[in-house]
């Protein structure tokens, strides 16, 4: 008897250090992984007043405006880049994300029109005074470099049909393989006043959905970046890189139309 309770003392003096051993170690984790998020925080929130504060200096040469007055320094600012970007000879696109509405303008005249099925844009962009939003949008945004996931402006050679029914056979051809091929469609606008601004080509809802699933939607994967690019510079204990983005979802076949008319060194007015 006295054994076998000496064995148990044991046993359970043994499962007691296990177990406190279990606690610490679960404590560690815990605090490592607070001080990782309170770093991570800091670090971040560090980078997004750095670029407001960036931004709010471009701006102090004008005038003080009253916080009033920011949806009609909004209304100034979306005509008066309309009307610059019209005296220009090329192609330009306008976004009004208010009316959701993005089109194509050649001297100010539409020459296509889409309807946005949905956007987002980073909070930078909702923190901005008026004076900080005129000076962003009052003037037409620069495009400085286009990057897409299919062939921008891509040329075919094609032989002209021989008569009315090889003709129509092509044409049934095309559209049987037009509603056949399906593309990720996306692409990336770098902007002159250090933003991006990205489209993505989503046709309904169950199609964005089966996107995200397979891992194929754009926003899935541009989120994914911006997280390994915050993590490689806190793991250093750098600020990390911050770029203020807008992304816009708007029918596939419209996104690849705007793409391959948007020349590559175009201007882009936006309203939000």
């Known amino acids: 008897m006295k054994e076998n309770s000496a064995e148990s003392f044991d046993s359970l003096f043994v499962k007691k250090r296990r177990f406190i051993g279990l606690k610490v170690f679960v404590l560690l984790i815990v605090i490592l992984l607070l001080g990782f998020l309170s770093v991570y925080t800091y670090l971040s929130v560090s980078a997004v007043r750095g670029r407001m504060t960036v931004a709010a200096e471009k701006a102090a040469n004008i005038e003080s405006v009253s916080p009033e007055l920011i949806d009609v320094m909004k209304d100034k600012a979306w005509l008066e880049?309309?009307?610059?970007?019209?005296?220009?000879?090329?192609?330009?696109?306008?976004?009004?994300?208010?009316e959701k509405v993005i089109q194509l303008e050649l001297k100010g005249i539409v020459v296509m029109k889409s309807k946005i099925h949905d956007y987002t844009a980073s909070g930078f962009f909702k923190k901005m005074n008026a004076n900080v939003y005129f000076t962003m949008f009052g003037?037409?945004?620069?495009v400085t470099r286009i990057e897409s996931s299919i062939e921008k402006n891509p040329f075919k050679v094609k032989i002209a049909p021989?008569?009315?029914i090889e003709a129509q056979t092509q044409a049934?051809?095309?559209a049987k393989k037009d509603s056949l091929t399906r593309e990720n469609v996306f692409w990336t606008v770098k902007l002159d006043r250090d933003f991006e601004l990205n489209i993505q080509g989503i046709d309904s809802v169950t199609n964005s959905k089966a996107k995200i699933v397979k891992g194929e939607d754009f926003e899935f994967k541009r989120?994914?970046?911006?997280?390994?690019?915050s993590l490689n510079h806190i793991i250093k204990f750098q600020k990390p890189d911050y770029t203020p983005e807008i992304l816009i979802s708007i029918p596939e076949k419209e996104a690849k139309t705007i793409?391959?008319?948007l020349p590559k060194?175009?201007?882009?007015?936006i309203r939000i």
């Open 223 to 229: 989120d994914m970046k911006n997280i390994m690019n």
């Open 81 to 98: 880049s309309r009307l610059k970007m019209a005296a220009d000879d090329s192609i330009g696109l306008t976004i009004d994300l208010k």
């Open 139 to 142: 003037t037409p945004l620069k």
């Open 265 to 269: 060194k175009s201007l882009i007015t």
């Open 162 to 164: 021989k008569d009315t």
């Open 172 to 174: 049934a051809a095309a």
């Open 259 to 261: 793409l391959n008319a």
